[in-house]
C-alpha cells in the first residue's frame, strides 16, 4: 500500500528560526517524492522533488530509503513562507511507468515575525 | 490563462441531485488526475487518465461517480444521487508523463478547483 504521513498538522516558527517539516512514507517500491505548496487563496503548486536535488526558496529535502523518510527543511524561515505544505509520492509501476500520485494531510506553517 | 481549468469553480445543490464538473488540462499533457479535499485533509487520490484511458480508481469511488476523458482532452466528473458526505473540493491537475525519461513523473499542475456543497 501507498502511504504519506505528516504528524504536524500546524507548525508555528519566528521569522529566522529553522523549519523542519516531516514526511514519512510506505511504498515498497521505488518511489518519487515530492513537496506541493498551497500559498493563501493560490493553487496548490510543486515545491521540490527529490530526483532534481534542488533548494527551492531556500527549502532543501533529503530522501532517507532507509528511514522512509523525505523531511522538508529551511534554516531561516521567511514570513512569506507561510502556507500549507503536502508531501506526495508516486509509486512506479513497471520499469517505465510511473502512477498515481498520494499525498499527506498537509502541514499549515505560520511564520510570525 | 493556459493552465487547468475547472468549472464551475461552486455548485450547490439538493441531496438527490446529480452533478457535473469539468476539467480542461494543459494542452499536451497527458494525464490527467481528479483529487478530492475536505477541510483538513490532503488532497485524496480518486482517480486518473493518461490519454483517454483511465489507468486507476480509488476505493473512495463509488458506483455514484463516474469520471472519462473521452478524446484524450477534457475530463468529466459526475457525482449521481449526491449525499452531504460528497461536499468537499473537487480538484483537477495534469501532467506530462515521460516514460523512460530522468523525470519520468512530471510536475501536476493543479486547478482552482470545484467546490461542492450539498444541502
Known sequence: AQRVTQPEKLLSVFKGAPVELKCNYSYSGSPELFWYVQYSRQRLQLLLRHISRESIKGFTADLNKGETSFHLKKPFAQEEDSAMYYCALSGRMTTDSWGKFQFGAGTQVVVTP | ?119
Request: hydrophobic share 25%; proline share 4%.
Open chain 2, 1 to 119: 490563462d493556459t493552465g487547468v481549468s475547472q468549472d464551475p469553480r461552486h455548485k450547490i445543490t439538493k441531496r438527490g441531485q446529480n452533478v457535473t464538473f469539468r476539467c480542461d488540462p494543459i494542452s499536451e499533457h497527458n494525464r490527467l488526475y481528479w483529487y478530492r479535499q475536505t477541510l483538513g485533509q490532503g488532497p485524496e487520490f480518486l482517480t486518473y487518465f493518461q490519454n483517454e484511458a483511465q489507468l486507476e480508481k480509488s476505493r473512495l469511488l463509488s458506483d455514484r461517480f463516474s469520471a472519462e476523458r473521452p478524446k484524450g482532452s477534457f475530463s468529466t466528473l459526475e457525482i449521481q444521487r449526491t449525499e452531504q458526505g460528497d461536499s468537499a473540493m473537487y480538484l483537477c491537475a495534469s501532467s506530462i508523463s515521460r516514460e523512460g525519461s530522468q523525470f519520468p513523473t512530471g510536475e501536476l499542475f493543479f486547478g482552482e478547483g470545484s467546490r461542492l456543497t450539498v444541502l
